[in-house]
């Protein structure tokens, strides 16, 4: 299990480091915005363990990820400005933005629409 939750850890510290995403940031991305901030500083990111609740957001965070870069495979900084600039089809809000915005509703809708599957839902 510690190999694992290492390894989930080094891929989104790579994920949030292509994103430009501060520590307060990931902290909401993750969904741990509402563990006390008295908590979090007293954790390393590798030290602390992803409650129950958090394990799907990460999994669907580092899906996304893996979408973006195999959507723009050639060009890593294309995939990391797609994923920081305004953009319409969101109504103009970013994609890392419409997840802080949205949470993971936000999360979701976004791996809808890159899937495809947005019109069915």
């Known amino acids: 299990m510690h190999d694992e939750h290492l390894r989930l850890t080094q891929a989104l510290i790579h994920l949030f480091g292509r994103w430009e995403a501060d520590h307060q940031t990931q902290v909401r ?3 741990l915005d509402q563990i006390a901030p008295r908590m979090m500083r007293r954790h390393e990111m590798a030290d ?3 409650p129950a609740e958090c394990m799907g957001r990460v999994q669907k965070l580092l899906r996304l990820g893996r979408t ?3 959507m723009l495979p050639h060009n890593p900084d294309a995939a990391q400005s797609w994923m920081l600039q305004p953009n319409r089809m969101f109504g103009g809000i970013a994609p890392l933005d419409l997840i802080l915005k949205r949470g993971e509703e936000g999360l979701d809708a976004l791996q809808n629409h890159l899937d495809g599957t947005s019109a069915w839902t």
């Open 68 to 70: 973006v870069e195999t």
């Open 29 to 31: 991305l993750l969904g």
């Open 48 to 50: 602390l363990p992803y």
